[in-house]
């Protein structure tokens, strides 16, 4: 810091304040940095402190304070958590409650690698990559009424529940890949597969993963939506329907010492204004998708905290291939020239996201550093006219009634479009049938959507771009594409994959079977009370087992 | 009098056929498939498996089939399961309608007892202050959307006041304060539109009775102001109020599709809109049903009150 004045310091010193406090995030950070002139080493050092531990670029909040036993954490979720089997929920709220009840096997970490949970240590894997051998973790008893070990066997009898078609499992196609699960003895699982598979692990790691034990299934006649209980670090307590739902401390938790909570009151409060307004008046501690809109505010309550910055969501323009003229590269390539990804986003994101071009952001390790597309209307025009549309051409722009930060930009990408002589009409549906005209019976021109949640590329190439997968909404059909995506999956080796996804990606940005737009942000919102919490970029409230209060 | 209430009763029978075939068709008229829309699309399912869930809902019987399926249900007792939750919605709805009907309860009365008051007042203290800013205040109220108040009660009494939660619900076995602290603020969102409503209808139905001959004759007689309000003027000037009345308060029940939603309240109506969106047909046709139901036992009580007040209309 040698070599700045007295106001440049003063500068660092706020900027830096701001930059800890999440008040601005790295980006804001650094341009401000450069707009007052601060050396390029100071900037550099802003940078670092608003993104501490560099690729995860999730933030702590209140890491350095003690942890404290005891106490309620007070939850705000977005929904109700409505549906408890862990093995056929979809909610992501009902997720975000049966994570603390239920575990899987391994977990993913904040920086999105793998690691173990219930399995003592990441499992050895065959030469061929085909076989799994897990070692259970010892001493991890169920919760009451079950309260015995968890062995093998209630691996085996949970993967078998997974995909059993009475139970119409959530898991189904993602354990497509095992041949077989085996319990050789008390402590050993035995996964074998019938091809290699890299995201193998990430799959695992998902929360649908969960071990239960035969006997309470069996108990409660099948039934898991009103009743659980698994090994987590919190015992279900109580479900009142639509009102809250409360967990306790699991005092035999293996992990001794957590979790800290003496237990966690969710409440569902959908309104997103409501859940802020919760969190302000003290109706609870802590808000899972603060809504991005009030992030100013919330930020401004010196009460408060804010965990989060970027998520694995994904928002682009989904493309259909089977309609002309949009099967020719020449009218998606103009499309994409058209755009301004900074104005698309700001509806979305209140300056609280990310444009990018490719799927995989920075920080993550199959991200692809390509050179910005600007926007070119003239070039836009002239590559329309070759492809035969020199008068422009008509279009319906397909998105979401429920979440305006789709809607909202999808009217900011017409209005783009309308300036290369695309006129467009945005046509908004409300979510069944907007997913049966997206996925099912692919009725639609385009359409700007999103997907969330990954922790494996693998997952989002594989279900959007393989020829084969259901999901493909696009009708992209690319042999060389479908050949790396197998590629892809079949090693495990980082570096060689990272190489695959890279050429997969410049591929994609050649064919634009669909167009990237942004990457929206997530926080969670708590008192500045609430320690030891670290943002997930899946979203998952994973880490409120080592959270705790701190007394003021 | 007991034939009138036994004629009504009678009557509701096909009405109620009517409206359960009409509940039942058009959800079904929706573009939309409820086990797309259940699985979510983040989970991937192959055409078999798809099969196998349609089956296991039912969703592979003809509509008719279906339908006759679901009354025999229905005349049982048993409404059905819920598509999405699983859950048996006779129970879903034993805990969801008291809220509704509480809350519905509770905006009646702050939309009818103190509006019934002013609104007599206004129109006795016709073009005093009093009655200037009270048609001012019904314009406000009336012309206030629901949702646009809650907004402000929630601003003032939550979030700035701190006198009350902003959002929430407690059952009344969680404490009786804490059960009315989570009730007032909805009830007033839903309830003060009403009392504008109300308060209207009365002020020009009072006046209206004021100017009849029967009232110049009963003052001529020499009344007292009171009881010329209490006997001649209010049992006439009534019957349009109970009619006001009747229809606002079956129309509270679509008020709170968005209340219980802004106010996190485990009520039918949120249930409702939410599974409207996810086409969990049961759900949707059921809680139709059972709101049609109140719906027509409501003009039943307003048709029985109307026969109290009238007594012409017993014996018509």
């Given at each position: 810091?040698?070599?700045?004045?007295?106001?440049?310091?003063?500068?660092?010193?706020?900027?830096l304040?701001?930059?800890?406090?999440?008040?601005?995030?790295?980006?804001?950070?650094?341009?401000?940095?450069?707009?007052?002139?601060?050396?390029?080493?100071?900037?550099?050092?802003?940078?670092?402190?608003?993104?501490?531990?560099?690729?995860?670029?999730?933030?702590?909040?209140?890491?350095?304070?003690?942890?404290?036993?005891?106490?309620?954490?007070?939850?705000?979720?977005?929904?109700?958590p409505?549906?408890?089997?862990?093995?056929?929920?979809?909610?992501?709220?009902?997720?975000?409650?049966?994570?603390?009840?239920?575990?899987?096997l391994?977990?993913?970490?904040?920086?999105?690698?793998?690691?173990?949970?219930?399995?003592?240590?990441?499992?050895?894997?065959?030469?061929?990559?085909?076989?799994?051998?897990?070692?259970?973790?010892?001493?991890?008893?169920?919760?009451?009424?079950?309260?015995?070990?968890?062995?093998?066997?209630?691996?085996?009898?949970?993967?078998?529940?997974?995909?059993?078609?009475?139970?119409?499992?959530?898991?189904?196609?993602?354990?497509?890949?095992?041949?077989?699960?085996?319990?050789?003895?008390?402590?050993?699982?035995?996964?074998?597969?019938?091809?290699?598979?890299?995201?193998?692990?990430?799959?695992?790691?998902?929360?649908?993963?969960?071990?239960?034990?035969?006997?309470?299934?069996?108990?409660?006649?099948?039934?898991?939506?009103?009743?659980?209980?698994?090994?987590?670090?919190?015992?279900?307590?109580?479900?009142?329907?639509?009102?809250?739902?409360?967990?306790?401390?699991?005092?035999?938790?293996?992990?001794?010492?957590?979790?800290?909570?003496?237990?966690?009151?969710?409440?569902?409060i959908?309104?997103?204004?409501?859940?802020?307004?919760?969190?302000?008046?003290?109706?609870?501690?802590?808000?899972?998708?603060?809504?991005?809109?009030?992030?100013?505010?919330?930020?401004?309550e010196?009460?408060?905290?804010?965990?989060?910055?970027?998520?694995?969501?994904?928002?682009?323009?989904?493309?259909?291939?089977?309609?002309?003229?949009?099967?020719?590269?020449?009218?998606?390539?103009?499309?994409?020239?058209?755009?301004?990804?900074?104005?698309?986003?700001?509806?979305?994101?209140?300056?609280?996201?990310?444009?990018?071009?490719?799927?995989?952001?920075?920080?993550?390790?199959?991200?692809?550093?390509?050179?910005?597309?600007?926007?070119?209307?003239?070039?836009?025009?002239?590559?329309?006219?070759?492809?035969?549309?020199?008068?422009?051409?008509?279009?319906?722009?397909?998105?979401?009634?429920?979440?305006?930060?789709?809607?909202?930009?999808?009217?900011?990408?017409?209005?783009?479009?309308?300036?290369?002589?695309?006129?467009?009409?945005?046509?908004?549906?409300?979510?069944?049938?907007?997913?049966?005209?997206?996925?099912?019976?692919?009725?639609?021109?385009?359409?700007?959507?999103?997907?969330s949640?990954?922790?494996?590329?693998?997952?989002?190439?594989?279900?959007?771009?393989?020829?084969?997968?259901?999901?493909?909404?696009a009708?992209?059909?690319?042999?060389?594409?479908?050949?790396?995506?197998?590629?892809?999956?079949?090693?495990?080796?980082?570096?060689?994959?990272?190489?695959?996804?890279?050429?997969?990606?410049?591929?994609?940005?050649?064919?634009l079977?669909?167009?990237?737009?942004?990457?929206?942000?997530?926080?969670?919102?708590?008192?500045?009370?609430?320690?030891?919490?670290?943002?997930?970029?899946?979203?998952?409230?994973?880490?409120?087992?080592?959270?705790?209060?701190?007394?003021? | 009098?007991?034939?009138?209430?036994?004629g009504?009763?009678?009557?509701?029978?096909?009405?109620?056929?009517g409206?359960?075939?009409?509940?039942?068709?058009?959800?079904?008229?929706?573009?939309?498939?409820?086990?797309?829309?259940?699985?979510?699309?983040?989970?991937?399912?192959?055409?078999?498996?798809?099969?196998?869930?349609?089956?296991?809902?039912?969703?592979?019987?003809?509509?008719?089939?279906?339908?006759?399926?679901?009354?025999?249900?229905?005349?049982?007792?048993?409404?059905?399961?819920?598509?999405?939750?699983?859950?048996?919605?006779?129970?879903?709805?034993?805990?969801?309608?008291?809220?509704t009907?509480?809350?519905?309860?509770?905006?009646?009365?702050?939309?009818?007892?103190?509006?019934?008051?002013?609104?007599?007042?206004?129109?006795?203290?016709?073009?005093?202050?009093?009655?200037?800013?009270?048609?001012?205040?019904?314009?406000?109220?009336?012309?206030?959307?629901?949702?646009?108040?809650?907004?402000?009660?929630?601003?003032?009494?939550?979030?700035?006041?701190?006198?009350?939660?902003?959002?929430?619900?407690?059952?009344?076995?969680?404490?009786?304060?804490?059960?009315?602290?989570?009730?007032?603020?909805?009830?007033?969102?839903?309830?003060?539109?009403?009392?504008?409503?109300?308060?209207?209808?009365?002020?020009?139905?009072?006046?209206?009775?004021?100017?009849?001959?029967?009232?110049?004759?009963?003052?001529?007689?020499?009344?007292?102001?009171r009881?010329?309000?209490?006997?001649?003027?209010?049992?006439?000037a009534?019957?349009?109020?109970?009619?006001?009345?009747?229809?606002?308060?079956?129309g509270?029940?679509?008020?709170?599709?968005?209340?219980?939603?802004?106010?996190?309240?485990?009520?039918?109506?949120?249930?409702?809109?939410?599974?409207?969106?996810?086409?969990?047909?049961?759900?949707?046709?059921?809680?139709?049903l059972?709101?049609a139901?109140?719906f027509?036992?409501?003009s039943?009580?307003?048709?029985?009150?109307?026969?109290?007040?009238?007594?012409?209309?017993?014996?018509?």
């Amino acid at each position: 810091m040698t070599g700045l004045d007295n106001q440049e310091r003063g500068h660092f010193h706020d900027l830096l304040d701001k930059a800890i406090s999440g008040q601005l995030d790295r980006r804001q950070v650094m341009a401000r940095g450069a707009a007052l002139g601060l050396s390029a080493a100071s900037v550099f050092t802003l940078g670092a402190a608003a993104a501490p531990g560099t690729t995860s670029v999730s933030r702590v909040a209140r890491q350095d304070a003690t942890p404290v036993a005891g106490g309620i954490l007070r939850v705000g979720l977005q929904g109700d958590p409505a549906q408890l089997d862990p093995h056929t929920t979809n909610l992501t709220a009902a997720i975000h409650v049966t994570e603390h009840i239920y575990e899987g096997l391994v977990v993913e970490n904040p920086d999105l690698t793998i690691g173990p949970w219930l399995a003592a240590e990441l499992p050895t894997v065959s030469e061929d990559g085909l076989t799994y051998t897990f070692t259970l973790r010892e001493g991890v008893m169920f919760h009451p009424p079950v309260s015995r070990p968890m062995t093998s066997a209630d691996v085996v009898y949970s993967f078998g529940r997974m995909v059993d078609p009475a139970i119409a499992g959530n898991a189904v196609s993602l354990l497509e890949p095992i041949a077989s699960v085996e319990a050789p003895d008390d402590r050993t699982v035995v996964m074998t597969l019938s091809s290699p598979n890299a995201a193998f692990l990430a799959t695992l790691a998902g929360r649908q993963i969960a071990i239960v034990p035969q006997e309470f299934v069996e108990e409660n006649g099948g039934d898991l939506n009103l009743a659980a209980c698994g090994t987590g670090p919190f015992v279900f307590e109580e479900y009142v329907p639509a009102t809250r739902l409360t967990v306790t401390k699991n005092a035999e938790y293996w992990d001794t010492g957590k979790p800290y909570l003496d237990g966690i009151e969710f409440t569902p409060i959908s309104d997103d204004t409501q859940r802020t307004n919760a969190i302000v008046t003290d109706t609870v501690d802590f808000i899972e998708y603060a809504p991005l809109a009030d992030i100013e505010r919330l930020r401004g309550e010196s009460s408060l905290m804010i965990a989060g910055e970027i998520n694995t969501n994904i928002r682009f323009i989904g493309i259909n291939l089977r309609r002309e003229p949009l099967s020719d590269v020449r009218v998606r390539r103009a499309i994409a020239m058209a755009l301004n990804r900074a104005e698309i986003l700001e509806p979305a994101t209140f300056g609280n996201g990310t444009a990018t071009e490719v799927i995989f952001p920075e920080g993550n390790w199959a991200h692809v550093p390509v050179e910005e597309t600007p926007q070119d209307i003239e070039g836009a025009i002239a590559l329309l006219a070759e492809a035969g549309f020199p008068d422009g051409l008509e279009l319906e722009i397909l998105s979401w009634s429920a979440y305006s930060f789709l809607s909202q930009p999808s009217y900011v990408v017409q209005s783009q479009l309308e300036a290369i002589g695309i006129t467009s009409e945005v046509v908004l549906e409300e979510n069944a049938t907007y997913i049966e005209r997206y996925l099912t019976t692919n009725d639609f021109d385009i359409t700007v959507t999103g997907t969330s949640g990954f922790v494996d590329p693998h997952e989002v190439y594989a279900d959007n771009f393989l020829s084969t997968s259901p999901s493909n909404a696009a009708g992209y059909n690319n042999p060389m594409v479908d050949q790396l995506i197998a590629d892809g999956n079949a090693t495990t080796d980082q570096a060689a994959r990272a190489e695959i996804y890279t050429q997969l990606q410049q591929i994609l940005l050649e064919d634009l079977p669909w167009i990237n737009l942004f990457i929206a942000n997530q926080y969670e919102a708590m008192k500045s009370t609430v320690g030891g919490y670290t943002h997930y970029p899946t979203g998952s409230l994973f880490s409120l087992r080592e959270t705790f209060i701190a007394p003021e | 009098m007991l034939r009138y209430i036994a004629g009504r009763i009678v009557l509701m029978i096909p009405i109620l056929i009517g409206v359960s075939i009409v509940a039942f068709g058009l959800i079904r008229f929706v573009p939309g498939d409820p086990v797309t829309a259940i699985i979510g699309p983040g989970t991937r399912f192959n055409e078999e498996q798809l099969a196998n869930l349609r089956e296991r809902y039912g969703l592979n019987d003809s509509v008719v089939v279906q339908y006759f399926k679901w009354m025999g249900l229905v005349l049982q007792g048993d409404l059905g399961t819920s598509l999405r939750t699983r859950l048996p919605l006779t129970e879903e709805l034993g805990a969801r309608l008291p809220v509704t009907l509480e809350l519905t309860i509770w905006a009646t009365i702050i939309g009818t007892i103190p509006a019934v008051a002013l609104g007599i007042l206004a129109a006795l203290k016709r073009n005093s202050w009093f009655d200037v800013s009270a048609t001012i205040g019904t314009l406000i109220g009336t012309s206030v959307p629901n949702f646009l108040l809650a907004v402000f009660l929630v601003l003032l009494f939550a979030v700035e006041l701190r006198w009350l939660p902003p959002l929430g619900y407690e059952r009344w076995r969680d404490g009786v304060w804490a059960h009315c602290q989570t009730m007032i603020l909805p009830a007033l969102c839903l309830g003060l539109p009403l009392a504008a409503t109300v308060m209207r209808f009365t002020r020009s139905s009072v006046l209206e009775t004021i100017g009849q001959d029967y009232v110049r004759t009963a003052r001529a007689k020499g009344m007292s102001q009171r009881s010329v309000i209490m006997r001649h003027v209010l049992p006439n000037a009534s019957i349009p109020i109970i009619t006001v009345v009747g229809i606002q308060v079956a129309g509270l029940l679509g008020g709170t599709v968005i209340i219980e939603q802004i106010f996190s309240m485990p009520g039918v109506g949120r249930y409702v809109y939410e599974s409207i969106s996810n086409r969990d047909y049961p759900v949707v046709q059921s809680v139709t049903l059972v709101i049609a139901a109140i719906f027509v036992l409501v003009s039943l009580v307003v048709d029985i009150l109307y026969a109290i007040v009238d007594p012409r209309l017993r014996t018509g």
